[in-house]
């Protein structure tokens, strides 16, 4: 039973009428743990394992040695030993994650398990604006009638208004712990809102081996750490961090006519060429959508012109999602800013 940390605390009731609570039955969760398990990890990671010595989760990326993404992952303590860890990560690639894992592991202590038949991971986060830039997020209202078959339970670590993310027993609903969210098993409706929000999760979102993790936005999300030791392909990601201005990055987008996707590419929804409309200039590409909603690489030099899909008649609105954080000087003039409230 945990360990709630700073979380969940029971404050007097708050009706919640845009609370929802999603079963990410998509998700998987990979059990490590022995007595090497800390400092192995420490070496495969961006974030710094060390974080989790005063909090329950951490989001990271693991990277190859070109310092392109793998897989994005959120590690969450285990409640049972102080070397154990769950981590978070795409259910389409858990085989090639736990040979990836057992490729590193060489003769460290560590024991390397897929728990998710044993866990229920949930998403709560409300689509209210109210709720939505609150730093305090949802937590604050939400009042658990029971705690039973609670393992894990902690802010989402990207960005507190991405709500809660709990880890249960496999037979706990999420009405035996609250009775304020409403409860949804469609994946689609919380894929759509982490692209209203400019988040994009797994490898369907985050293409594996080719992503560079900054343009993801990593640092914005807190998945990075430039103090810890080296992990594999650091360099990369530390040098563009500390000398280069990141020309592109992964942006929320508002999809005009967006049924005309389907139409005009039938075999191919995602990944599709933006254009500047009146330069003809390639500026992005439209990682992934659902209905009017995307999520986008664009160059920030252009995301304020007039934009569409390439061989389409679909226009592309990009916009600075309310989380990002106060935007440097030199982002600021890439990205033609008139204004400094225009970045906070």
Known sequence: MLLFKRLLPLKSFIRFHH???????????????GKDTSTFLQGLITNDIQFLKNTNAIYSMLLNARGRVLYDIIIYNEPVDQSSYLIEISQTVVNDFLRLLRTYKLRKQ???????????????FSTDKQFSSNTNDIRDGLHLKSRQGLIVGQTDP?????????????????????????????????????????????????????????EYNIVFLNGVSFSKGCYVGQELVARTHHTGVI?????????DNYQELSKN????????????????????????????????????????????????????????????????????????????????
Not at 19 to 31: D, E, F, P, Q, V
Not at 247 to 255: G, Q
């Open 19 to 33: 609370c929802t609570g999603t079963s990410l039955n998509h998700r998987a969760l990979i059990k490590v743990h």
């Open 158 to 214: 990207r960005h507190p208004s991405l709500g809660i993310r709990l880890i249960t027993d496999r037979r706990i609903k999420l009405s035996d712990l609250t009775d304020l969210c409403q409860i949804s098993t469609d994946i689609s409706h919380y894929k759509q809102w982490l692209y209203q929000n400019g988040i994009a999760e797994g490898v369907e979102d985050i293409p594996s081996g080719e992503s560079i993790p900054l």
């Open 265 to 344: 590419f039938p075999d191919k929804v995602n990944d599709l060429t933006i254009i500047n409309e009146d330069t003809k200039r390639l500026v992005g590409k439209l990682r992934t959508s659902i209905n009017e909603y995307g999520i986008a690489l664009i160059r920030l030099s252009e995301w304020k012109n007039h934009l569409r899909i390439e061989n389409a008649d679909v226009r592309i609105h990009p916009s600075i999602p309310h989380w990002w954080p106060r935007l440097d000087e030199a982002t600021q003039l890439e990205m033609k800013l008139d204004h400094e409230k225009d970045s906070s």
């Open 247 to 255: 020309r592109k990055r992964l942006m929320p987008v508002k999809i």
């Open 110 to 124: 560590v024991n390397i398990e897929d728990v998710t038949s044993s866990y229920r991971l949930w998403s709560i």
